[in-house]
């Protein structure tokens, strides 16, 4: 929920720090702050937006080849100067910056105040400092990273920090438990940050660290251990990510880019998984555990927001094609609810970024229950990806918008061809329905590609409702899952109350809320249920209701009964959902625009959920 990151080289640091917080800013971004270890320690941060603390520290002493910064999305304490980090002790010997929850701070605090801390700032960030304070004035011999050890023993929650000394001024400490930090290896030099991104252009080589890894990073080298301090084994990794994927390009925000981009990455996650003559499917990261899946008492599927959205669809087409109970389930619900789990279960937990705290949570569980446990993640080196089974990533590139679009068509291209390989080998679907899926499915980019020539007629619609306080999306079959997605797009950026229902269920309740107020989004392709789906159009004209419907292209009927209609081309029912999305997104980005919101930091949310 929050970004980190850190400097200790031969550079500045200030222009280092600045420009990986402008990176991490999709994580949150109601305060920003750095310290910098020049001849002292100095600490400027801000409420608002990365950029007013850049110009808030651009007046000051911002020199120094040692730094740490932060951008936050506030659990404790509301944005406000004082609350943002980094985060003193109360004689400014430490600074930290943290993302996480620290759930025992209020006991923590009580024990300090006994010892005659004090506090300027209600975060629990600032016990942490006064705690890692409290341990290295214990004794002469207990150096910074001793006594972030010893405060960290304490801890009882969710962690990623950075720890600055003034007393040493060559150091930077770092510690990770639920919370993502990666390091970046350059030549004398070391870079940190939460995830990835702000670290590619400056070096390839990277550590993730693993929980309770502590790692102390020095100019002349680089020492990692854990918290009971035995030495950890070290594991470099490469960065794949192309710098050209970390900027807007010629689009005004990430979002529309990401949107535009789903063509090909749509292609780039079937790319080397689908054979060219449509006769096998080929998921390497699932080799070692699929004759457990292929054995399975039943699959769960597990995830939060729009990746829900996507177990839902996974859910449709592995019972349809493969045959194999599914049930699919919020993460937040299934960590905290005693399912009944055992080795013979598969289940698949599926997130963008393989940090969501829920997410991992749920993983844990399962795993502990003995299931085999596969990840469909978008993210290399997240901890969903290195604490999984088995997975498959879904090679949508860097999703900065926090309103979730490319990821989604990735993680529902995946699920496909999970579904029609299991299928496939277990003979449960006929041999020519799927050679024409996998078939159809190779051809979803190009599809993709003719919708989005659709934008301009869909930014017409969305003037049209953009005043609108409610909205309802209604979806039968795989589509109802398109539509709760085309209803989260649209509230999660453009703060309209928007809601997604199973058609079916509009006249036991719905139905009261329809007048001529309500736009209704409706996704009615020509599939098995369109007759069903016309009729509740027309129970919806009848009582003044304004439909948006997506339709099949040349739906001449229902060009004549909805108000406005978007038209897809004509697909297999079970791939619409790839193509049907794409005008949900549009829609809801248009529409924020037209009401003034800022569609890539969205009010109130964060990229990446990684507390509870
Ligand atoms: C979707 O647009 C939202 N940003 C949110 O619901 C998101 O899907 C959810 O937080 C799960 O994130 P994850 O896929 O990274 O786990």
């Not at 702000?198 to 990692?224: H, K, M, S, W």
Request: hydrophobic residues 40%.
């Amino acid at each position: 929920m929050c970004g980190i990151v850190g400097y200790i080289g031969k550079k500045e640091a200030f222009p280092i720090l600045i420009k990986g917080l402008k990176w991490l800013e999709y994580r949150g971004y109601d305060s920003a702050g750095v310290a910098l270890l020049n001849g002292s320690l100095e600490v400027y941060k801000k409420k608002g937006k990365v950029i007013e603390m850049e110009q808030f520290a651009l007046s000051k002493n911002h020199s120094g080849t040692i730094g740490i910064g932060h951008t936050r999305w506030a659990t404790h304490g509301e944005p406000s100067d004082e609350n943002a980090h980094p985060q003193n002790s109360m004689n400014n010997v430490f600074t930290v910056v943290h993302n996480g929850i620290i759930e025992n701070y209020a006991k923590l605090k009580t024990d300090l105040v006994k010892h005659s801390y004090t506090f300027k700032s209600d975060t629990d960030t600032e016990v942490l400092a006064n705690l890692i304070d409290f341990f290295y004035h214990q004794d002469e011999g207990i150096n910074s990273e001793m006594a972030v050890q010893l405060a960290l023993s304490k801890v009882v929650g969710a962690y990623g920090i950075a720890v600055l000394c003034k007393n040493e001024k060559n150091k930077i400490v770092v510690a990770r438990k639920g919370s993502p930090l990666v390091v970046g290896l350059g030549d004398g030099e070391y870079f940190i940050a939460s995830d990835a991104a702000p670290i590619a252009e400056y070096t390839g080589q990277v550590v993730y660290l693993n929980d309770e890894d502590i790692a102390i990073l020095q100019r002349d080298g680089f020492t990692l251990k854990n918290v009971s301090n035995n030495p950890v084994s070290l594991k470099i990794s490469s960065i794949d990510l192309e710098i050209g994927e970390l900027d807007k390009g010629d689009f005004d925000y990430f979002m529309m880019k990401e949107i535009y981009e789903q063509p090909k990455t749509i292609e780039e996650t079937f790319r080397g998984r689908l054979r060219a003559d449509h006769s096998e499917i080929v998921l390497g990261g699932l080799l070692n555990v699929f004759p457990k899946i292929e054995e399975a008492r039943r699959i769960i599927i597990i995830g939060c927001g729009t990746s829900w959205h996507a177990a839902l669809i996974g859910e449709y087409m592995l019972e349809e094609y493969a045959q194999v109970p599914v049930e699919v389930e919020y993460a937040s619900e299934f960590r905290y609810r005693k399912p009944v789990i055992n080795s013979k279960d598969v289940v698949i937990l599926i997130s963008q970024s393989g940090e969501t705290a829920d997410t991992l949570a749920a993983l844990h569980l399962a795993k502990a229950k003995g299931a085999t446990v596969i990840g469909i993640c978008n993210v290399v080196g997240s901890t969903l990806a290195r604490e999984t089974d088995a997975g498959v990533y879904t090679h949508a590139g860097v999703e900065i918008g926090v309103a979730s679009t490319k990821a989604f068509t990735a993680q529902v291209t995946v699920l496909t061809m999970i579904a029609l390989k299991l299928a496939n080998t277990k003979g449960t679907i006929d041999i020519k329905e799927y050679q024409t899926l996998v078939k159809e499915l190779s051809e979803i980019p190009e599809k993709g590609r003719i919708i989005l020539q659709s934008n301009d007629k869909i930014k017409a619609i969305a003037e049209k409702y953009h005043k609108a306080i409610n909205a309802l999306y209604l979806g039968r079959g795989y589509l109802f899952p398109v539509a709760l997605e085309g209803a989260l797009k649209l509230k999660e950026i453009s703060y309209i109350h928007a809601e997604g229902y199973a058609a079916g269920e509009m006249k036991h309740g719905p139905i009261a809320l329809v007048d001529d107020n309500l736009p209704v989004v409706v996704v009615a392709p020509q599939d098995d249920y369109y007759e069903k789906i016309v009729s509740n159009i027309q129970e919806i004209k009848a009582r003044k209701g304004n439909v948006i419907a997506i339709v099949t292209e040349g739906d001449t009927g229902l060009k004549e009964l909805a108000n406005d209609v978007i038209e897809i081309p004509k697909s297999h029912p079970a791939l619409a959902v790839l193509l049907s999305v794409i005008p949900l997104q549009l829609l809801a980005y248009h529409i924020a625009l037209f009401k003034g919101c800022n569609v890539d930091q969205p009010r109130n949310l964060a990229k990446s959920v990684t507390v509870e």
